[in-house]
């Protein structure tokens, strides 16, 4: 009875899926903006494995890990669920979580969106990609969709966990019954980690309108020289109309440059930039989130 009681009176602690989404866009802007501080600081892991294999790879997938399972081992809750007072319990007893549930939260919070942002990254720069990749990527659609299934039971009462993860571990979302019992200097380290909140919300807003100026043209096009001004020599290496700058050859696969307006063809431009980071015309410092394929109507 008093299970039954217990499972009752945590059922109606249930909270919107509006708060549910804010946490997890809360949670979803640790790793970006992370990302964002190291590669500003140049702080990467770089060493050799083996032979000639070398990791290089960034610290904010390990930085993000840490604090979801400080937050999850202390409050029962992932940073952004925290931060709007949910708990994380088990779907048929009420409890909190376990070590094992408290890991394994942690791992999939963290390994998840980093896998997906990455296999996502190498498909849109049209590298190499192995056929594991592929199909991890179709893996990441049927769990999207699993999740929107869910989400929408969820909102309609029908399921108690907004999520096919949440439903694997056997664990839901809850408003606590109490405040979560900590020390002195515990709860300081959080509350600083949630004002930061404030911080990484205002890094996503600062590079998303950064890379807004970047495609709007802050920049000044250079104007060109008038041909009559060149040197007869350099007048003849000319690209005309519709060849690539780099290979002077008609465009292949065309790809504008956000930054200085100038078509290339894709390969001559993804090559130069691996080698020189630059416009090969103008020199203004480029990445490859600059480069707009160009498709013909």
């Known amino acids: 009875m008093a299970e039954a009681a217990n499972v009752r009176q945590n059922l109606q602690n249930v909270p919107s899926i509006f708060e549910i989404s804010a946490a997890e866009t809360l949670d979803n802007l640790i790793y970006p903006a992370l990302s964002k501080v190291f590669d500003y600081f140049g702080l990467r892991l770089d060493f050799k494995?083996?032979?000639?294999?070398?990791?290089?790879?960034?610290?904010?997938?390990?930085?993000?890990?840490?604090?979801?399972?400080l937050y999850l081992r202390k409050r029962a809750s992932s940073f952004g669920e925290s931060f709007y007072g949910l708990q994380?319990?088990?779907?048929?007893?009420?409890?909190?979580?376990?070590?094992?549930?408290?890991?394994?939260?942690?791992?999939?919070?963290?390994?998840?969106?980093y896998v997906e942002r990455k296999l996502r990254a190498r498909s849109a720069q049209h590298e190499d990609t192995y056929a594991w990749e592929s199909q991890l990527i179709n893996l990441?659609?049927?769990y999207n969709a699993s999740k929107a299934v869910h989400t929408f039971l969820y909102l309609i009462k029908y399921a108690s966990s907004h999520s096919p993860l949440f439903r694997a571990l056997r664990l839901t979302l809850r408003y606590p019954s109490?405040?979560?019992?900590?020390?002195?200097?515990?709860?300081?380290f959080l509350k600083l980690l949630e004002v930061l909140a404030f911080f990484l919300q205002f890094i996503q807003w600062w590079y998303s309108n950064d890379q807004r100026r970047k495609l709007g043209g802050t920049l000044q096009n250079p104007e060109p020289l008038p041909e009559r001004e060149l040197p007869q020599e350099l007048r003849e290496t000319l690209p005309k109309s519709g060849e690539c700058p780099v290979c002077l050859l008609?465009?292949?696969?065309?790809?504008?440059?956000?930054?200085?307006?100038?078509?290339?063809?894709?390969?001559?431009?993804?090559?130069?930039?691996?080698?020189?980071?630059?416009?090969?015309?103008t020199s203004y410092p480029i990445t490859i989130e600059d480069l707009v394929r160009i498709y013909e109507a």
């Open 178 to 188: 109490e405040p979560p019992q900590e020390d002195k200097w515990t709860y300081l």
């Open 49 to 69: 494995l083996w032979g000639n294999i070398r990791v290089r790879e960034e610290l904010s997938p390990l930085i993000t890990w840490i604090l979801q399972y």
């Open 140 to 142: 990441f659609h049927v």
């Open 250 to 281: 008609p465009l292949q696969t065309p790809t504008a440059c956000a930054v200085s307006g100038y078509v290339y063809c894709w390969k001559c431009i993804v090559m130069h930039l691996k080698e020189k980071g630059t416009c090969p015309v």
């Open 88 to 113: 994380r319990t088990a779907s048929s007893t009420g409890e909190l979580l376990t070590r094992r549930q408290q890991f394994s939260s942690a791992t999939l919070l963290t390994l998840l969106p």
